[in-house]
């Protein structure tokens, strides 16, 4: 046992100690050269304390400073939370190969190369546009360990690539960019981002009005976040339990169109949120929370499973909703890999059907507005027009908005045959809905 | 440690060598719905390298003090590997050599508040928020505080040690009316002071609760074209999140048509539009004595009379561009390398009275609060916490899902009206960029009346 955590025993209830150690090499390039290289090496330990009853929490980087950690762990025990939960025991889970030793071993020189490499395929395409990139490899080791005999190791890899084109000229800016975020190496395909890249460069070079009505919309996976950022909350656990989510004490009732079948999944294998555990040692699981359009389930940590009378399914992450947040935090409900089952249309047989509307790439504004009940209203970042099933041109200063909930049951126009992984670690297809209303400028 | 430091440093075989070391107490307590959820009391102790070797960049991170030798030989290593591969060396504009030790002055310091008694006042919060109204259905409470002690060393001779408090207070409140209408409404507080920041917030409280039940009534704004007034709230997001961020010169300094639309001299808004991002007023959270290039704090006009004057600079900007430091060069924490960022940045106040703003709207929206935004170059976006008609003169009803969007340029242009009545918000949360969020930042501004922004709505 961690010799911290040998301190403790005895002395509280319960304790719990997560120690991270990490190492990050981000590499940044500026209008298409390198800028600088950066190697971070983190360590830092997160301990969770019962102390009669209640709970307290601490964390540090002081390294040389256990006694100050347990100190101020205990203390905030004294008046802390009635613990409604207790650490889980021993329990065995298989790593989703997590780890890539190539990862590991790149050395900054290789990751340097993997992006001269990308500027270059742009540079090819398009030789004036200004080019942003990053890329960053890292190796996490997360060791938690309890006090009920739960003592866990996994080592986690991840590589990450952000491109960011943008193309000026009078009157006129627009900005794309594009990332992927891989556990290993071989997974890593730059040039299919530099592909998406130079499409949108292509079918952006016309601008064109965008009218203001309802309108049919295709988001694009990058752009379904729009829609399922709302969805995503209501998913949550926490929000069930703060009654927030408009999903509460519906499971079995059809909430979305048929074809719609969500699930969060943190056993997938090579997967960017997976992992054997999560930030509380419950293992990862497969949760449906809609299949064909009825409502399966919520995501759940240990305490707010506790709170509700519910399962813990292993999303128990520091950071927020979608994890990935260190040590410092406390653990709440975040998610694993949300996954949003293909449907059966190319996304260009969809927009072909489609006699006027818009093609959604990105937003701004993400989260904004009223997302517990479901409403989004988003500027389109990269938007483009539909005439007679055809791309005529880009649209600017528009703003969408709708109800997520209402759209996906009632407006469901089609999902694509080919989902992708989008913001880190959602896949999904393309969902093309019925009646967004549309505000543009005109121009 | 300052003793290994300057040794650390004066080892370095790099042209220019920075070592920054942070030590952080803080604590957190945090209250949603009727339960406490985190008591917290933490630290942080760790180091920042920043070597620049032929004009390249190396830059490393590490929590072992006892690293430090070893991890300016480290950023020393990758800065050449940079400089391998770019042509174009980074050079940095002269700054004085500063010694100095900035001390914090909490009239209250949290540090000798226990944590019981902090627990106790959020709870107190907390529960005039769920006792407002049944229909409250969910509350986020936070309090956190902070102090820390940056010490910052280069190889040009400056040593400063500066200790910087932070306080937030963030009271929110959930209300629902059936399942599908579900509102809130929050007051946020932020300053670089003690525990009196979190004092005496009662009645902001029962306002956050109030305000979340009368926006379950409130009608959503129909999308379209309006005259909007926005308050000082909402007016300080805007200038800091739509422009603010524009003048960063780092956005700029390597884009030379981004840096073309920001020449200096060129005319942005009408004669009595005022912009100023300054680096230290008494309290302000966006307070940065000295940035985290240790230059100097200052107050720079961004915009006078209507025309650019300056923008905003780090050491390394300043020099391509040929302008000077502005103190703006900040970083959240030592995991991070110092970027151009804002501090405290406002409209200055002109002369018109709200009254004489609301005359001869037929109609319009009053748009209050900021609750998020987003800027892409010159497109922005950012939500009103809720708003009012504007109905021949005077406000009417109340509003909610109150989403603005437009083109900088023309919305500053735009600005018709510019109130008397600047107010500063310090806020609980704070600006991001860069992978860099939360950083204490203040924005204000006195009422202003903006002509054609488009609202998004259904």
């Not at chain 1, 090579?270 to 509380?280: H, I, N, Q, T």
């Amino acid at each position: 046992m961690d010799a911290l955590l040998k301190m403790l025993d005895g002395k509280v209830d319960q304790a719990e100690l997560l120690h991270l150690c990490s190492r990050t090499t981000p590499i940044e390039f500026r209008s298409g050269k390198l800028e600088s290289i950066k190697t971070k090496q983190i360590e830092g330990v997160a301990l969770r304390v019962i102390d009669n009853g209640r709970l307290g929490f601490a964390t540090t980087t002081d390294v040389n400073d256990p006694s100050g950690l347990t100190d101020a762990a205990i203390a905030a025990a004294a008046f802390g939370e009635e613990a409604s939960f207790t650490f889980p025991s021993k329990m065995e889970s298989e790593t989703p190969q997590v780890y890539d030793a190539s990862v590991a071993n790149a050395s900054e020189e290789r990751l340097v190369e993997i992006g001269e490499e990308a500027i270059a395929l742009i540079r090819t395409a398009d030789s004036q546009a200004e080019i942003n990139l990053s890329i960053a490899k890292s190796v996490e080791k997360v060791a938690i360990e309890n006090t009920s005999g739960l003592k866990l190791e996994e080592e986690r890899t991840t590589i990450f690539v952000s491109i960011e084109v943008e193309k000026a000229r009078e009157g006129d800016i627009f900005l794309l960019s594009d990332e992927a975020q891989v556990r290993h190496l071989e997974d890593l395909k730059p040039g299919e981002l530099v592909d998406r890249l130079e499409e949108q460069l292509r079918l952006g070079k016309t601008i064109v009005p965008a009218p203001s009505r309802e309108l049919p919309v295709v988001f694009t996976p990058n752009g379904a976040i729009a829609l399922l950022l709302p969805l995503i909350v209501g998913f949550n656990g926490k929000s069930v339990y703060l009654g927030i989510s408009p999903l509460k004490g519906r499971i079995g009732d059809t909430v979305l169109d048929s074809r719609l079948s969500i699930a969060d999944d943190g056993t997938l294998v090579r997967a960017p949120g997976s992992g054997a555990f999560d930030d509380e040692g419950t293992p990862t699981s497969s949760t449906a929370l809609v299949t064909k359009g009825v409502l399966q389930g919520f995501l759940y940590d240990l305490r707010t499973a506790a709170l509700v009378g519910a399962k813990p399914t292993g999303n128990g992450y520091k950071g927020g909703l979608f994890g990935g947040g260190g040590f410092r935090s406390l653990p709440g409900v975040g998610m694993s890999n949300v996954i949003v089952g293909e449907g059966a249309t190319p996304q260009a047989r969809i927009i072909a059907g489609i006699e006027e509307g818009l093609l959604v790439e990105a937003v701004l504004g993400l989260g904004q507005g009223n997302i517990a009940s479901g409403e989004f209203s988003n500027n389109v970042a990269v938007a483009f027009k539909i005439e007679d099933g055809k791309i005529v041109g880009r649209v600017k200063n528009t703003m969408i908005a709708g109800n997520a909930y209402n759209l996906l049951k009632d407006h469901l126009i089609a999902l694509s045959d080919s989902a992708r992984w989008v913001h880190g670690t959602l896949n999904t297809p393309a969902i093309a809905v019925d009646a967004v209303s549309v505000v543009g400028q005109g121009n | 440690m300052e003793g290994k430091i300057k040794q650390a440093i004066a080892r370095c075989s790099a042209d220019y060598t920075e070592v920054r070391i942070e030590r952080e107490r803080r604590s957190q307590v945090l209250y949603r719905k009727d339960k406490l959820e985190n008591l917290e009391t933490s630290s942080e102790l760790g180091g920042i390298v920043r070597c620049l070797k032929d004009g390249g960049w190396g830059i490393t991170v590490f929590n072992d003090l006892a690293q430090l030798q070893e991890k300016v030989g480290e950023a020393t290593r990758v800065a050449q590997l940079v400089a391998l591969h770019n042509a174009e060396p980074v050079a940095l504009a002269e700054a004085p050599v500063v010694q100095e030790e900035v001390k914090a002055h909490l009239k209250h310091d949290f540090r000798n508040v226990s944590l019981e008694e902090k627990k106790r006042l959020i709870e107190s919060y907390n529960r005039i928020l769920l006792s407002t109204s049944d229909k409250i259905v969910s509350t986020n409470v936070r309090y956190t505080d902070s102090l820390r002690e940056v010490t910052f060393a280069n190889s040009e001779g400056t040593f400063i040690v500066q200790e910087i408090p932070d306080v937030t207070l963030l009271l929110v409140a959930v209300a629902s009316d059936g399942p599908t209408n579900i509102q809130q409404g929050f007051e946020t507080f932020g300053e670089a002071g003690g525990f009196e920041v979190a004092l005496d917030r009662e009645e902001d409280a029962a306002n956050a609760a109030k305000r979340a039940v009368d926006l379950l009534d409130a009608r959503s704004v129909k999308g379209g074209k309006y005259t909007v007034i926005l308050d000082p709230g909402l007016a300080g997001v805007f200038i800091h999140e739509a422009f603010g961020h524009f003048c960063e010169a780092d956005f700029l300094f390597k884009n030379e048509r981004l840096a073309k639309i920001m020449t200096i001299g060129a005319q942005f808004g009408k004669a009595d539009l005022n912009v100023v991002d300054e680096g230290y007023i008494p309290g302000l959270r966006g307070n940065t004595p000295y940035d985290d290039e240790g230059v100097a704090r200052r107050k720079t006009h961004l915009i006078k009379n209507g025309v650019l004057k300056s923008l905003l600079h780090s050491r390394e900007t300043a020099n391509k561009m040929g302008a000077t430091p502005t103190g703006n060069a900040r970083a959240i924490s030592y995991e991070h390398a110092p970027i151009v960022r804002m501090t405290n940045t406002y409209i200055e106040a002109g002369h018109h009275t709200l009254s004489e703003m609301l005359a001869k709207i037929d109609r319009g929206v009053y748009a209050v609060k900021a609750y998020g935004g987003q800027t892409m170059f010159e497109q922005f976006t950012f939500s009103a916490a809720y708003g009012y008609e504007i109905v021949d003169g005077k406000l009417g009803e109340m509003l909610k899902d109150v989403v603005l969007t437009g083109n900088l340029f023309e919305t500053l242009r735009s600005i018709d009206m510019i109130g008397d009545d600047r107010t500063l918000y310090g806020g609980s949360g704070g600006c991001g960029k860069g992978g860099q969020s939360p950083l204490p930042v203040t924005d204000g501004s006195p009422h202003i009346r903006i002509q054609n922004v488009t609202i998004g709505g259904k």
